[in-house]
Nanobody, 114 residues
Framework: QVQLVESGGGLVQAGGSLRLSCAASGNIFRINTMGWYRQAPGKQRELVAQNTNGGTTNYADSVKGRFSISRDNAKNTVYLQMNSLKPEDTAVYYC????????WGQGTQVTVSS
């Protein structure tokens, strides 16, 4: 079983920045995809950004140019740098990893005030 521990969420004013981190531990065979999803109240969980071990990166259109995903394979850690935050970015952010099974973090709240 893989454990994912997220950190870095919080309250920030519009235009501000936050950096989320997610460290994977446990029964890790080989991590392939690492990424972030988010879920706002009353909405479905949606992809924010993800990165495969082969180097392919995908972003939601709504965050392109503002968010950046990176990973440190030696530390089994994925990061999400979020700049120019908007109130509509407010959500619970979930880390995900495939290693090779899919695992989810517990979620971290990001709140952007206007």
């Amino acid at each position: 079983q893989v454990q994912l521990v997220e950190s870095g969420g919080g309250l920030v004013q519009a235009g501000g920045s936050l950096r989320l981190s997610c460290a994977a531990s446990g029964n890790i065979f080989r991590i392939n995809t690492m990424g972030w999803y988010r879920q706002a109240p009353g909405k479905q969980r949606e992809l924010v950004a993800q990165n495969t071990n082969g180097g392919t990166t995908n972003y939601a259109d709504s965050v392109k140019g503002r968010f950046s995903i990176s990973r440190d394979n030696a530390k089994n850690t994925v990061y999400l740098q979020m700049n120019s935050l908007k109130p509509e970015d407010t959500a619970v952010y979930y880390c995900m990893v495939t290693s090779p099974l899919l695992s989810w973090g517990q979620g971290t709240q990001v709140t952007v005030s206007s």
